[in-house]
């Protein structure tokens, strides 16, 4: 039996699950990389995206899927771009490399998120897909913010954020 190419992996996406704790919420999905220390946000439409990656089902398939979830028409387009935004965060067991998925991330930094919608013809009930990395403190730094009262000199300062001067943090 051959081997599959790294084309042909990438053609039939599948979502990297090993060392990752996730939550899901009630409009996204909450990720903690165990592995690389980093916590993403997915919106419902990445999340959906990324829970269908199983290394089987191609994009097209999954744009269909989507639009019936969600009882549209969901442009392939919008699948690429999630494909290429969760690749980017290491969310797939393999790197992306195809045409679409470069055009895809191009899209997004080239054309406004409006221009977009209108160009995909995305309807109202999908919405893009996003990937946000989420930035919290580590353990130790979390430990030395301070608390209450705690002498600040910044925001950064306080584990609330706030700093009062010489009150100190709120």
């Known amino acids: 039996m051959k081997t599959k190419t790294k084309e042909m992996r990438a053609a039939f996406p599948h979502a990297r699950t090993e060392r990752m704790i996730v939550r899901q919420l009630d409009d996204e999905t909450l990720i903690y990389d165990t592995a690389r220390h980093k916590a993403l946000c997915l919106n419902k439409t990445a999340a959906f995206i990324w829970h269908h990656c199983d290394g089987k089902t191609p ?27 969760l690749s980017k965060q290491g969310l797939l067991r393999e790197q992306l490399h195809t045409p ?71």
């Open 59 to 85: 994009a097209s398939t999954l744009a269909r899927e989507l639009g019936t979830h969600f009882n549209t028409v969901a442009p392939e387009e919008v699948v690429h771009l999630g494909l290429a935004r």
């Open 100 to 170: 679409r998925a470069v055009t895809a991330a191009a899209m997004t930094t080239t054309m406004p998120r409006r221009a977009m919608l209108h160009r995909a013809g995305v309807a109202a009930a999908i919405s893009l897909p996003l990937v946000t990395a989420i930035i919290a403190p580590t353990a130790a730094q979390a430990a030395t913010l301070g608390g209450s009262t705690a002498p600040c000199n910044s925001g950064s300062d306080c584990a609330s954020g706030v700093c009062n001067g010489a009150a100190g943090c709120q």
